[in-house]
């Protein structure tokens, strides 16, 4: 699964017609023995059907009150699921993060491999302050980002500049004068 290559035969719709010849077939040889074992392994040979499921799963990571409640299902304590948890982090490479709808998701992701982040899910304060910060990102990240970015502009025309602008040259008291009070 490390080398599968998913690339998009048409670039003007996310959602457009895909080319699903490419991707590897899973190795299932070492497949424990599970209920609906047959059902898997039919759903894992259809490569573009695994892949949607994954990245519907993946994306649903966004959510902290789905995390909180995979932590209260008891997801978190389940070795099996960790190890599934450590597999997506295949979504973080570049061929793969084009698909993906919601970045917040790759966060959480990340997050979930540790085991302390994993056991606070399970207090409803805490995943009620991941969903208030989450949501004061979402408000505020343009803006913020935007002064930042004409912040970083305006650094850049005055780095150009061989005199730069000082306190001397736009009349201003220096900075003895006005401590001493004159």
């Known amino acids: 699964m490390k080398n599968m290559e998913v690339e998009p035969t048409s670039s003007n719709s996310r959602h457009g017609q895909r080319d699903w010849s490419n991707l590897p077939s899973p190795d299932v040889k070492n497949l424990p023995k599970i209920p609906n074992r047959d059902k898997i392994l039919e759903l894992m040979k259809d490569n573009k059907k695994r892949f949607l499921l994954e ?17 209260k299902l008891k997801y978190f304590s389940d070795p099996r699921f960790i190890r599934y948890l450590e597999y997506l982090n295949y979504w973080r490479k570049p061929q793969y993060i084009k698909f993906i709808s919601y970045p917040y998701c790759l966060y959480f992701l990340e997050l979930l491999q540790k085991k302390e982040f994993r056991d606070k899910l399970i207090d409803p304060q805490y995943v009620a302050l991941l969903h208030h910060q989450q949501y004061l ?26 005199n730069p ?15 001493s009070g004159s």
């Open 55 to 71: 990245l519907e799963f993946v994306e649903l990571l966004a959510s902290p009150l789905y995390l909180e409640r995979l932590a």
């Open 137 to 162: 990102h979402w408000r505020h990240h343009k803006h913020l980002r935007m002064r930042e970015l004409e912040f970083e502009r305006q650094k850049e025309e005055n780095k150009g500049d061989s």
């Open 165 to 179: 602008v000082t306190a001397a040259d736009q009349n201003m008291p220096a900075l003895e004068q006005v401590s």
